[in-house]
């Protein structure tokens, strides 16, 4: 399902274990989700863009087919509080991994938002990568209050 956004639209997959894909696309990718889980994620985005500050902690994620240390990854970077960015080595350092897995981890994530990659940025204050789109980590970073 496409989402509208301030930002452009979203596409959302779901299956029954959660979403299975949340991320910035143009077009339909696939079947369109429907039930009370898209329900929830469409009113979550919908109050996080009004700047209602929701925590997407109780959307379920649905793991299937990852590797434990990506998903290790995923969990610690749910956990960087809105408005706050925190470093690559902490990220690594809760998830008992190096700085770059984080990097590469948080590059190919398919939840966008939900698991807010854009929060995390070098220890020295530059952002880091964004897959191509940095204008857009700058973007929600300053909309949050984070810069």
């Not at 698991?115 to 220890?123: E, L």
Request: glycine share 12%; net charge positive; proline share 8%.
């Amino acid at each position: 399902m496409l989402l509208p956004t301030p930002i452009g639209p979203l596409w959302l997959e779901v299956s029954a274990r959660g979403v299975r894909r949340l991320e910035p696309a143009l077009f339909p990718r696939g079947k369109e989700a429907a039930g009370p889980l898209v329900e929830q994620v469409a009113e979550a985005l919908d109050r996080y863009f009004r700047g209602e500050r929701p925590s997407f902690l109780d959307i379920p994620l649905d793991y299937s087919g990852l590797g434990l240390w990506r998903v290790g990854v995923y969990e610690a970077t749910r956990r960087v509080p809105y408005g706050r960015s925190t470093s690559y080595s902490a990220v690594g350092e809760a998830a008992g991994l190096p700085a770059r897995a984080v990097g590469m981890a948080l590059r190919t994530c398919p939840f966008f938002l939900l698991v807010p990659a854009h929060r995390v940025i070098y220890a020295d204050g530059r952002l880091g990568g964004f897959a191509g789109r940095e204008g857009l980590k700058l973007w929600l970073l300053r909309f949050e209050g984070a810069l």
